[in-house]
C-alpha cells in the first residue's frame, strides 16, 4: 500500500463529473486541515461565486499553452471543452515541507500524474450508478442539454476505467465515503 498522506505524499481524487468529488474532498478539508489542495489552473469561465486563486486560477488559452509549454504543469487535459491542469510548483512546494498533498483532476490527468509521480496514491470515485450520476448533474442545473450530454457520454468512459486507480470509492453515502477515504489516506479519523 502506499504511504499515506499524513507523511507528505501525494494523494489523487477522480471521478466523472457529477461524482461529488467536490462535495467530498471539502468535508475530508474541513476534518484534515493538513491537508494542502492543489488549485488548478482552467481555462473555463468562473461560474458564479468562484474566486479566482482559491477556486481555480482562470488563465486564458494563450498563457495556458505558454504554462504548459515551460513545463509548468503536472499535468493538464481537455475536458468538455475547457483546459484544466495542476501547475507544478505550488504542489512541489508543499510536498517538499512534508505536508499531505491532494489533487482533485479528471481521469486524464490522473493518468498523466501516475507517470510524473508514480508514488501517489490514486482514488476513483464512483457514482452508486449512471442513472444516479445523470440525476446529479441535471441537478446542478448550471449547463445546456449538449454540455450534460457530453458530460453524460465522457463519464460513460472514465466509468471504464476504475480498475486503473489503487482504490474505488462508491460516493453514495457521503459520510461513509469521508470514512473510506480518511482510511485509505491514512489519516487519523
Given at each position: 500500500m502506499a504511504s499515506s498522506a499524513a507523511e507528505g505524499k501525494l494523494t489523487?481524487?477522480?471521478g466523472p463529473s457529477g461524482v461529488g468529488k467536490g462535495s467530498l474532498v471539502k468535508q475530508l478539508l474541513e476534518l484534515h486541515p493538513e491537508i494542502w489542495l492543489s488549485i488548478s489552473a482552467t481555462t473555463r469561465e468562473a461560474r458564479q461565486g468562484?474566486?479566482?486563486g482559491d477556486h481555480y486560477f482562470f488563465l486564458n488559452r494563450d498563457r495556458f499553452a505558454e504554462l504548459v509549454q515551460a513545463?509548468?504543469?503536472l499535468e493538464w487535459a481537455e475536458f468538455a471543452g475547457?483546459?484544466?491542469g495542476t501547475p507544478r510548483q505550488p504542489v512541489e512546494q508543499q510536498l517538499s515541507l512534508g505536508r499531505p498533498v491532494l489533487l482533485e483532476i479528471e481521469l486524464e490527468g490522473a493518468r498523466q500524474v501516475r507517470r510524473s509521480f508514480p508514488e501517489a496514491f490514486q482514488i476513483f470515485l464512483a457514482p452508486p450508478s449512471f442513472e444516479?450520476?445523470?440525476r446529479r448533474i441535471r441537478g446542478r442545473a448550471t449547463d445546456p442539454e449538449e454540455a450534460i450530454q457530453?458530460?453524460?457520454a465522457?463519464?460513460?468512459e472514465e466509468l471504464?476505467?476504475?480498475q486503473e486507480f489503487d482504490a474505488v470509492v462508491i460516493n453514495d453515502n457521503l459520510q461513509v465515503a469521508v470514512i473510506e477515504l480518511e482510511s485509505l489516506m491514512g489519516l487519523s479519523c
Open positions: 489523487v481524487i477522480t468562484e474566486i479566482e513545463g509548468g504543469c475547457n483546459r484544466y444516479e450520476l445523470e457530453r458530460r453524460l465522457r463519464a460513460r471504464m476505467a476504475q
